[in-house]
């Protein structure tokens, strides 16, 4: 290599360094950057894949003090190193920077970036198939908290377009919401960091809670929210396991001798509900817990395997036959009361989903009032 081509290197390294000093130098730390994310349109919300469809707008905005340049080059100006974290590989985006000269001192810096793909989202479904899922937008900050904050943007806050609500493609699975809230937490980052009521003041914890919230990642979360539409369920799954586990009382009416014929029968009524069970499943993701609609299942199937345990157990008990007949019936009285609490207590947890439906609806038509409407020029 010729003296010549090293001394033209050096001189680049050494105009690089300092292009990079100075962009850091022309923010103030930590800077604060303002967010709004607009959700221009929403399709599928695939349940067994946990991800969604959308197009979305994220605006974000922020000062710097290279008032001497019109344009924004993001290679040489300072630049946040924003991304989309949630986002799965098959999304497109499109970025384009505006540079506006306030005075003497400072320019206002603008990005806009337009995303259109599939994003990943935890689907919760301990309250399915009355459940209310949470769609979310991720964007954050390769850098530290400590260097940059990610806040709402007051003048334009991030919301959800009326046309997105007539343009849902899964309008007949789903309900959606013309509500976005915003946090600078995702529901996966919850449980992450321990809470304020867990912290011991004694043992100096503020200093190492302060360290870690410090050392995560500036992030911003915008969310909106759909209600499963649960008719299909409560018809096709509900109704058909309840009128599965009311047939077992039918079966009582065949004698006590006739042990045999009782137990296969409610073999059947198992089967049956297992195999129902098994197919109901399978447009759900395989998660750790139990739904509502497992809870009910099993709970049937329970009925159903204690409905068989007592007619092995009735016919092998040695008494008269007479007394037989009389403590059958008792035990027809207690099954069907018993059967008579699980409607009961399942029903008040379907009251109780549909009330939380209510409030969303409610918090909905707040959000409605205190959100303008904005045009989309106006950024």
Not at 72 to 77: C, T
Not at 136 to 160: D, G, M
Not at 217 to 236: D, E, G, M
Not at 242 to 250: E, G, M, R, V, Y
């Amino acid at each position: 290599m010729s003296d010549s081509d090293s001394e033209k290197k050096r001189k680049n390294s050494d105009e690089s360094d300092s292009d990079d000093e100075e962009a850091v130098n022309s923010v103030q730390w930590p800077v604060q950057i303002r967010i709004s994310i607009e959700f221009l349109s929403i399709g599928e919300v695939d349940t067994l894949n946990e991800k969604f469809h959308a197009e979305v707008r994220i605006i974000s905005k922020w000062f710097d003090n290279r008032s001497d340049k019109k344009k924004y080059d993001r290679k040489k100006d300072w630049n946040p190193n924003l991304f989309i974290e949630n986002a799965m590989h098959d999304v497109k985006e499109k970025i384009k920077h505006k540079a506006i000269i306030l005075d003497k001192e400072r320019r206002e810096i603008t990005e806009t970036r337009l995303a259109k793909g599939n994003f990943w989202e935890r689907i919760e479904l301990q309250n399915f198939p009355l459940d209310t899922q949470e769609l979310s937008i991720t964007f954050a900050s390769k850098l530290k908290t400590s260097q940059v904050s990610l806040v709402q943007n007051q003048k334009k806050i991030s919301t959800i377009y009326f046309e997105t609500l007539h343009s849902f493609r899964d309008q007949q699975k789903w309900k959606l919401y013309k509500m976005v809230n915003v946090s600078q937490q995702a529901s996966y980052d919850i449980g992450s960091i321990k809470s304020i009521n867990e912290i011991d003041a004694e043992a100096n914890e503020f200093d190492g809670l302060n360290r870690i919230m410090k050392s995560k990642r500036a992030k911003f979360v915008a969310t909106c929210f759909c209600s499963r539409r649960p008719a299909y369920y409560l018809i096709n799954c509900f109704s058909f396991n309840f009128l599965i586990t009311c047939l077992s009382l039918t079966i009582f009416s065949l004698e006590t001798r006739l042990a045999p014929n009782r137990i296969s029968g409610t073999f059947t009524l198992i089967l049956t509900s297992v195999s129902f069970k098994w197919v109901s499943n399978r447009t759900l993701p395989t998660v750790s817990y139990l739904t509502s609609l497992d809870k009910y299942q099993i709970t049937s199937i329970i009925y159903l395997v204690l409905c068989c345990v007592w007619h092995s157990t009735i016919s092998s008990i040695g008494i008269d036959m007479s007394k037989k007949i009389i403590i059958d019936k008792i035990a027809v009285g207690v099954f069907a009361l018993f059967f008579i609490v699980i409607q009961i207590v399942f029903s008040i947890r379907i009251f109780k989903a549909f009330q939380g439906l209510r409030e969303l609806k409610l918090r909905e038509e707040r959000f409605i009032r205190q959100v303008p409407e904005y045009d989309d020029d106006d950024i």
